[in-house]
């Protein structure tokens, strides 16, 4: 039998401004029947100095070469000794009882294999700026995840017999690795959920290279396309996958269009006056290029199920009569 019941796997990669809150986070849960699996990603700043501070014997140092966050993490799970693998990001914080509320769930539905949960939006100073709930049905997870991802990264805990089955990370996947792998676990009918608590402090801060942003794009359609093939022909065209390697450049067009389009969608998001003009100049820019006018309309899609969701669930918990007054 493991002597921890939980890995928690974490990939550190020039990651110094949050990296200590984040690693004490997981030091202090409440649950502390765990091994906690740090990657170094080949960092050049100071983060191995920060982790080399922490005196405690759960924490497991490994590092590689520069390579990608999903080989760092399939590096990471491939020496976790848990059976419950629970990932955290290196500027994230997690809540105290996170990994207890987790293993809990994990343990009363033996059936699941990945649980996920809410979020605390939170700026560069640990401010509470916002919340992201996420949809804690199953059914209400498959109706939206067509569309876009129904579950945060970092909240993630996961069966490791479930990943090393699935194949773990697949690591063209440099971004949306996540979807990529909660699309193939719904195709191959394991059970994805979440739980209603908010579980960490999410950093939103994050500024991105408008090639991240191109290429973001690019794998999330990839992802879907995928899921497609495969939810029509049981099977997937993996000559796509070696196309999308062998061609990642983008014109001059492109570079203009994907700039004005991250610009507007950074406004978009924000509270700047007036919202909806950014939101219509979102959508212009998106008119000019088919992948983003695609990512426009399944946004669009992924909304419109998530409030159809909530409204049936609002009118349940109206007109459920078994519930005391």
Not at 144 to 172: A, D, N, Q, W
């Amino acid at each position: 039998m493991s002597k921890y019941k939980v890995s928690v796997v974490m990939s550190v990669y020039n990651d110094t401004e949050y990296l200590q809150s984040s690693i004490q986070s997981i030091l202090s849960q409440t649950f502390d029947n765990l091994e906690f699996i740090i990657v170094d990603d080949g960092s050049t700043d100071d983060s191995l100095q920060i982790i080399d501070k922490f005196n405690d014997n759960r924490i497991s140092l490994l590092k590689q070469n520069h390579k990608g966050l999903p080989s760092a993490l399939n590096y990471g799970v491939s020496k976790a000794v848990g059976e419950l693998i629970v990932r955290m990001d290196a500027d994230d914080i997690a809540l105290p009882d996170r990994i207890g509320k987790q293993v809990e769930f994990m343990d009363n539905n033996p059936c699941v294999s990945i649980v996920g949960g809410s979020v605390y939006l939170i700026d560069s100073d640990d401010k509470i700026i916002g919340r992201r709930i996420v949809q804690n049905k199953e059914e209400e997870i498959i109706s939206v995840v067509s569309y876009g991802c129904p579950t945060i990264h970092p909240t993630l805990c996961f069966r490791k017999t479930f990943f090393e089955s699935i194949g773990g990370y697949r690591e063209v996947f440099t971004y949306a690795q996540d979807y990529d792998l909660i699309l193939r676990a719904v195709d191959l009918k394991y059970r994805v959920t979440n739980i209603s608590d908010i579980l960490l402090k999410y950093r939103t801060n994050k500024t991105h290279r408008l090639e991240k942003v191109y290429k973001h794009t690019k794998l999330v359609l990839l992802a879907q396309q995928l899921h497609s093939q495969r939810d029509k022909l049981l099977d997937e065209d993996k000559k796509m996958i070696a196309l999308f390697e062998s061609k990642m450049s983008f014109s001059l067009v492109e570079r203009v269009i994907y700039w004005a389009y991250y610009k507007t969608l950074l406004l978009k998001l924000s509270n700047s006056f007036p919202s909806h003009l950014w939101k219509i100049l979102n959508t212009i820019v998106c008119l000019f290029n088919k992948d983003l006018l695609t990512v426009l309309y399944n946004d669009y899609k992924y909304h419109y199920i998530m409030r159809q969701n909530n409204s049936r669930k609002s009118q349940h918990d109206k007109f459920d009569t078994s519930k005391p007054i």
